[in-house]
């Protein structure tokens, strides 16, 4: 039973700060390679940023030099660090997890094994 856990999303100012947390369970955590998806009203999907097996990371154009990705293994817990916050930013944020790893498909769902509910994130 795997269950994936958001915590952390609320409502800023722009150019504030947040911190996203995922609580993972129910999995071999280091079997798998963790992302942050958002959902915008009205808009599909789409990935933020993840990280890989060997520790690198990908994140989406629009949050470069933004928005940090990472996690502690042994908490089996991802994290999004997300600083100077725009309004564009605000989504509900999702975490997932998926057992391939390949770096060229990040960016897709349907790649992903494992979601969490959300945590919303509100910029204004």
């Known amino acids: 039973h795997v269950q994936l856990v958001e915590s952390g999303g609320g409502s800023v100012q722009v150019g504030g700060s947040l911190r996203l947390s995922c609580a993972a369970s129910?999995?071999?955590?280091?079997?798998?390679?963790m992302g942050w998806f958002r959902q915008a009203p009205g808009k599909e999907r789409v990935g933020v940023a993840a990280i890989d097996s060997d520790g690198s990371t990908s994140y989406t154009d629009s949050v470069k030099g933004r928005f940090t990705i990472s996690q502690d293994n042994e908490k089996k817990t991802l994290y999004l660090q997300m600083n100077s916050l725009k309004p564009e930013d605000t989504a509900m944020y999702y975490c997932?997890?998926?057992?391939?790893?390949?770096?060229?498909?990040?960016?897709?769902?349907?790649?992903?094994?494992?979601w969490g509910q959300g945590t919303q994130v509100t910029v204004s």
């Open positions: 129910g999995l071999t955590y280091s079997s798998y390679c």
């Open positions: 997932a997890a998926r057992s391939r790893c390949t770096i060229s498909t990040w960016r897709t769902v349907s790649e992903y094994d494992y």
